[in-house]
Nanobody, 124 residues
Framework: QVQLVESGGGLVQAGGSLRLSCAAS????????MAWFRQSPGKERQFVAA????????MYLDSVKGRFTIAVDNDKSMAALQMNNLRPEDTAVYLCALRRGMGPGTFSAAYDYWGQGTQVTVSS
């Protein structure tokens, strides 16, 4: 089993920045991808960003391109999401996910392990 624990969420004004972290523990894999999704009340889970274990294959939701950056540290079993120029519409619970044995993807059903999420609130 794999455990994922997110941290770094909080309340920030529009235009501000936050850095989310995801610490993975438990079983390890030679090939995996990590991703961030977000979910707001009454809305479907939305893909935000993904990356392969070796730092390649970055993928982003169009609305966060140029503002968010995903990174992975394979040695430390951690992933991060740097979020700059935040907007009120970025408000959501952000969840970290891991997909074993495959490259990055945008579909939540393709991911095998999930964290509990961390709340990000952007005020206008």
């Amino acid at each position: 089993q794999v455990q994922l624990v997110e941290s770094g969420g909080g309340l920030v004004q529009a235009g501000g920045s936050l850095r989310l972290s995801c610490a993975a523990s438990g079983r390890t894999f030679d090939n995996y991808a990590m991703a961030w999704f977000r979910q707001s009340p009454g809305k479907e889970r939305q893909f935000v960003a993904a990356i392969a274990w070796n730092g390649r294959g970055e993928m982003y939701l169009d609305s966060v391109k140029g503002r968010f950056t995903i990174a992975v540290d394979n040695d430390k079993s951690m992933a991060a999401l740097q979020m700059n120029n935040l907007r009120p519409e970025d408000t959501a619970v952000y969840l970290c996910a891991l997909r074993r044995g495959m490259g990055p993807g945008t579909f939540s059903a393709a991911y095998d392990y999930w964290g509990q999420g961390t709340q990000v609130t952007v005020s206008s």
